[in-house]
């Protein structure tokens, strides 16, 4: 510290009070000491501290940007009045401006005895902080692509942190740079830096590995404080230990972000930062899911409710609750709880837009309505429909027609085909991968690396892109493409994803003794040893009760008719009982599936009449189903 400096000196001179005021502005909470000159001293070293300065730096306007930098470029000295025509702002306003500057202690001013004028007082910047102050811009992009080699080329050995060599196991007089990074950049290094972490330090590097490695600095500021943390704890202890770099450049105002570097990125490839688990939160058990053909099935069933039951829309013109409800009981429940914010939403909502794509249904006055073309759907095998649903729904955004919005996927919309192609090929290359992996490449590739980013929209391009990622996951594993382990939300494809995505081989053959058939027509099957397409057949002509690790299903009336309603074929179910069980089944059993398959609740009527009368309640339900929003009279 020198008596000659300006900025000591400038310091000097305010009061107590006045020092507090100033520390405010320097993000400080309060002054260390109640001397005056102890805390003179203190401002003198945090006003040369890079993380501070960044903090005030980010907080001027594009106009204090330009003067500032004008003055920077200036040899740290203009006239007010070169300022005024460099800006093209009038001398007062500009005035104005540089009196915040001043405030902020980046600039001091000398004024002009000889004169009346303002114009020619001067106004410097405090060299101490004017070689720190970083004027580069990005055009290209680079500043978002860090790497930690030449981060360190750029420092002395004495300025790398205790804290850093401690944990990478480096001695405390560092032998050269080199030697160094090759310790910091060595799986063994990263993931001892990484053990280190505080929870919150931790859950911070998550934010900016979720953001595409990179994140605003007033978006982690935010995060920080809302965590009940303190920024300037938790940052410069990340930034100590090289996990992340504090990057500052112009694009009209000082852009402040948070940088991981490749080295680091790379090795979380591999090896994910799980979040910690807050306190009071119920960990999900751990499970592997898949939804199987389960939702296909479920456009079936869905066809079958409101042909024999209808459907009336509310005034608004959305689905009843009631009904919402009622279809719940009788559709499968396949796993949505990949994004725990989405897990609530009905079945109906996410079949609905799907049957409208493919034309299978309509409003007709406030009914929903069936046309011509389910006949046709529901005779086609499953895998073909699980391919006509998956290929009308990648092409759903080209569709300019907006259906009614009962008929729009509001909940969850359908997503954009080159994200979904990006997705499949990150699980296919990494055969398992951490759902925060996907997040994280394909932000960083489609936003942050993109030509043209800039940060000015950083936050509403990211929610955007986000949303994109969180769809394309979400109906691959609605559709039974993803194999999910919770809790952590590690993916991989699924078996039917392998078949769909990789044409693998799909067998249909289940295991003697796959199955066994209880006295009480309860059906236990085991999932290692049963297909999916032999699980499928059991879902569509049995009611599923339970599933833990095993299902169970009961095989009754009413499920086993509604199987052949749905367009499969009564004798296939039971040559795969047969198959499947290893004894033989019961001659009652056969007895009553073949009672129960001669004897549907199905009325043809050929010839004009004014009266159907039926004492069969189901059978009465399934007509009324079927006339409603037509020509009829009940």
């Given at each position: 510290?020198?008596?000659?400096?300006?900025?000591?000196?400038?310091?000097?001179?305010?009061?107590?009070?006045?020092?507090?005021?100033?520390?405010?502005?320097?993000?400080?909470?309060?002054?260390?000491?109640?001397?005056?000159?102890?805390?003179?001293?203190?401002?003198?070293?945090?006003?040369?501290?890079?993380?501070?300065?960044k903090g005030v730096l980010e907080k001027l306007t594009q106009l204090q940007v330009t003067i500032y930098s004008s003055i920077l470029k200036n040899k740290n000295v203009l006239t007010l009045g070169e300022i005024s025509r460099k800006v093209n702002i009038p001398p007062i306003n500009v005035e104005m401006e540089l009196n915040l500057l001043r405030k902020y202690h980046l600039v001091y001013q000398r004024?002009?005895?000889?004169?009346?004028?303002?114009?020619?007082?001067?106004?410097?910047?405090?060299?101490?902080?004017?070689?720190?102050?970083?004027?580069?811009?990005?055009?290209?992009?680079?500043?978002?692509?860090?790497?930690?080699?030449?981060?360190?080329?750029?420092?002395?050995?004495?300025?790398?942190?205790?804290?850093?060599?401690?944990?990478?196991?480096?001695?405390?007089?560092?032998?050269?740079?080199?030697?160094?990074?090759?310790?910091?950049?060595?799986?063994?290094?990263?993931?001892?830096?990484?053990?280190?972490?505080?929870?919150?330090?931790?859950?911070?590097?998550?934010?900016?590995?979720?953001?595409?490695?990179?994140?605003?600095?007033?978006?982690?500021?935010?995060?920080?404080?809302?965590?009940?943390?303190?920024?300037?704890?938790?940052?410069?202890?990340?930034?100590?230990?090289?996990?992340?770099?504090?990057?500052?450049?112009?694009?009209?105002?000082?852009?402040?972000?948070?940088?991981?570097?490749?080295?680091?990125?790379?090795?979380?490839?591999?090896?994910?930062?799980?979040?910690?688990?807050?306190?009071?939160?119920?960990?999900?058990?751990?499970?592997?899911?898949?939804?199987?053909?389960?939702?296909?099935?479920?456009?079936?069933?869905?066809?079958?409710?409101?042909?024999?039951?209808?459907?009336?829309?509310?005034?608004?013109?959305?689905?009843?609750?009631?009904?919402?409800?009622?279809?719940?009981?009788?559709?499968?429940?396949?796993?949505?709880?990949?994004?725990?914010?989405?897990?609530?939403?009905?079945?109906?909502?996410?079949?609905?837009?799907?049957?409208?794509?493919?034309?299978?249904?309509?409003?007709?006055?406030?009914?929903?309505?069936?046309?011509?073309?389910?006949?046709?759907?529901?005779?086609?095998?499953?895998?073909?429909?699980?391919?006509?649903?998956?290929?009308?729904?990648?092409?759903?955004?080209?569709?300019?027609?907006?259906?009614?919005?009962?008929?729009?996927?509001?909940?969850?919309?359908?997503?954009?085909?080159?994200?979904?192609?990006?997705?499949?090929?990150?699980?296919?290359?990494?055969?398992?991968?951490?759902?925060?992996?996907?997040?994280?490449?394909?932000?960083?590739?489609?936003?942050?690396?993109?030509?043209?980013?800039?940060?000015?929209?950083?936050?509403?391009?990211?929610?955007?892109?986000?949303?994109?990622?969180?769809?394309?996951?979400?109906?691959?594993?609605?559709?039974?493409?993803?194999?999910?382990?919770?809790?952590?939300?590690?993916?991989?494809?699924?078996?039917?994803?392998?078949?769909?995505?990789?044409?693998?081989?799909?067998?249909?053959?289940?295991?003697?003794?796959?199955?066994?058939?209880?006295?009480?027509?309860?059906?236990?099957?085991?999932?290692?040893?049963?297909?999916?397409?032999?699980?499928?057949?059991?879902?569509?002509?049995?009611?599923?009760?339970?599933?833990?690790?095993?299902?169970?299903?009961?095989?009754?009336?009413?499920?086993?008719?509604?199987?052949?309603?749905?367009?499969?074929?009564?004798?296939?179910?039971?040559?795969?009982?047969?198959?499947?069980?290893?004894?033989?089944l019961a001659q009652n059993l056969l007895f009553l599936l073949e009672d129960w398959g001669g004897n549907l609740p199905v009325v043809e009527i050929t010839e004009d009449c004014v009266l159907v009368r039926t004492k069969d309640q189901n059978t009465m339900e399934l007509l009324l189903g079927q006339i409603k929003g037509k020509n009829c009279f009940g």
């Open positions: 510290m020198s008596n000659d400096s300006v900025l000591l000196q400038e310091l000097d001179k305010l009061e107590q009070n006045d020092l507090k005021k100033v520390a405010a502005l320097w993000n400080l909470t309060k002054l260390p000491y109640k001397e005056k000159n102890k805390n003179v001293a203190y401002l003198y070293e945090i006003f040369q501290n890079d993380f501070y300065l004024k002009n005895r000889e004169r009346l004028t303002n114009n020619l007082d001067k106004y410097h910047a405090f060299e101490e902080i004017a070689g720190l102050v970083p004027l580069e811009q990005n055009l290209k992009g680079d500043k978002y692509k860090i790497s930690l080699e030449k981060y360190l080329d750029r420092k002395k050995t004495t300025e790398i942190s205790d804290e850093w060599k401690t944990v990478v196991k480096a001695p405390k007089q560092l032998d050269g740079m080199k030697k160094f990074y090759v310790l910091a950049s060595s799986e063994e290094g990263i993931d001892l830096n990484l053990q280190s972490l505080s929870e919150l330090e931790r859950d911070t590097l998550v934010r900016v590995y979720l953001s595409g490695g990179v994140s605003e600095a007033e978006d982690i500021r935010s995060y920080v404080v809302t965590s009940r943390g303190k920024y300037e704890q938790i940052v410069p202890a990340l930034i100590a230990k090289g996990l992340v770099v504090d990057v500052c450049f112009v694009d009209e105002k000082f852009v402040r972000v948070f940088v991981i570097p490749d080295e680091i990125l790379k090795y979380v490839q591999t090896h994910p930062i799980l979040p910690s688990v807050k306190k009071g939160t119920k960990q999900r058990t751990e499970k592997l899911a898949t939804n199987d053909l389960d939702f296909f099935l479920n456009t079936k069933k869905l066809i079958s409710y409101i042909s024999r039951k209808g459907l009336v829309l509310a005034k608004s013109g959305k689905v009843k609750q009631a009904d919402h409800k009622r279809t719940e009981q009788e559709l499968l429940n396949p796993d949505i709880g990949i994004f725990p914010e989405k897990s609530q939403i009905y079945q109906m909502e996410l079949i609905l837009p799907v049957l409208k794509l493919l034309n299978i249904v309509d409003i007709k006055g406030e009914n929903i309505v069936l046309r011509e073309e389910m006949n046709e759907f529901n005779g086609k095998d499953i895998f073909e429909i699980m391919k006509l649903v998956v290929h009308e729904v990648n092409e759903a955004r080209m569709k300019r027609v907006v259906p009614a919005e009962v008929f729009t996927a509001t909940e969850m919309p359908f997503y954009d085909k080159p994200i979904l192609d990006k997705c499949v090929s990150l699980i296919i290359k990494a055969k398992r991968i951490h759902l925060s992996v996907i997040f994280s490449n394909i932000i960083r590739e489609h936003l942050i690396l993109s030509p043209g980013f800039r940060t000015k929209n950083f936050q509403s391009d990211l929610a955007e892109l986000r949303k994109e990622i969180m769809s394309v996951i979400f109906y691959l594993h609605l559709f039974g493409l993803l194999e999910v382990e919770y809790p952590n939300r590690f993916l991989s494809l699924s078996k039917l994803g392998e078949y769909f995505f990789q044409t693998g081989e799909l067998s249909h053959k289940t295991e003697k003794g796959g199955i066994t058939i209880n006295p009480d027509f309860t059906i236990i099957a085991f999932p290692d040893r049963v297909s999916i397409y032999g699980l499928h057949l059991l879902k569509a002509f049995t009611e599923l009760k339970d599933y833990d690790r095993v299902y169970t299903f009961v095989l009754t009336k009413e499920a086993f008719q509604l199987g052949i309603l749905l367009g499969y074929k009564p004798v296939e179910f039971i040559d795969f009982l047969k198959s499947s069980s290893k004894a033989d």
